[in-house]
């Protein structure tokens, strides 16, 4: 089992939908969780953290995360054509006395007009 | 300059060259890493400095060399390099709170891409 999995998509929803991101993870130490938006040729850039269990809400973001079931979702609302894009899901892990965060592949993003 | 800068933005080398990548951070972060990203691949990481010490290194080829002098700067030394080794290459810092999974964001510049001949 991979220790980061989303789906990769292509996720295609019409401008001014509900666009659901989903990921689930292997370690169930982790403590907090990332989501990362990635452009076409871009770098990845940070757009969500969440820490707890539940929701957080950011703007028209909200991440969703249930430690029980190892499964932390991103949710846009009124999608817009510029929100396409990849989406990546992080979660660190601690080995060997430091920390690196463990990617997953990314899920791409289609908002069509 | 702020955030995580990277240079150059855009290197064409030939596989007989040497080159540097060099990374910046004015985060005040004491961990950074290089990862190299493949055409419509997912990220791979390939070094790690946690408080200027190499802590991982992915078995990473040894054309790639990195170096660490201070917890602001990171290079990527390249030599020889081969024509699969055309990629986006990305630099991310953290601040790593030692001995804990919690808390932990990683920031990256905007990376350099590189294209080898």
């Known amino acids: 089992q991979k220790e980061v999995e989303q789906n990769s998509g292509p996720l295609s929803v019409p401008e001014g939908a509900i666009a659901s991101l989903n990921c689930t993870y292997s370690?169930?130490?982790?403590?907090?969780f990332f989501w990362y938006r990635q452009y076409s040729g871009k770098s990845p850039e940070l757009i969500m953290s969440?820490?707890?269990?539940g929701d957080k809400e950011d703007g028209r973001f909200t991440a969703q995360l249930n430690k029980a079931s190892q499964y932390v979702s991103l949710l846009i609302r009124d999608s817009q054509p510029s929100d396409s894009a990849t989406y990546l899901c992080?979660?660190?892990?601690?080995?060997?006395?430091?920390?690196?965060?463990?990617f997953g592949a990314g899920t791409r993003l289609a908002v069509h007009p | 300059e702020t955030g995580v800068t990277q240079t150059p933005r855009h290197l064409v080398m030939g596989m007989t060259n040497k080159k540097s990548l060099k990374c910046e951070q004015h985060?005040?972060?004491?961990?950074m890493y290089w990862y190299k990203q493949s055409a419509k691949k997912p990220l791979e990481l390939m070094f790690v400095?946690?408080?200027?010490?190499?802590?991982e290194n992915n078995s990473v080829p040894s054309r790639f060399s990195p170096e660490c002098p201070n917890s602001s700067h990171l290079f990527l030394h390249l030599h020889t390099l081969q024509p699969e080794d055309s990629a986006l290459y990305l630099c991310?810092?953290?601040?790593?709170?030692?001995?804990?999974?919690?808390?932990?964001?990683?920031?990256f510049g905007p990376g350099t891409r590189l294209t080898v001949t």
């Open positions: 985060l005040g972060h004491n961990a």
């Open positions: 400095y946690s408080l200027e010490e190499r802590v």
């Open positions: 969440i820490y707890s269990n």
């Open positions: 992080a979660v660190p892990m601690f080995s060997g006395g430091y920390n690196k965060l463990i």
């Open positions: 991310a810092s953290s601040q790593d709170r030692t001995g804990s999974s919690g808390s932990y964001e990683q920031y």
């Open positions: 370690d169930r130490v982790s403590q907090s």
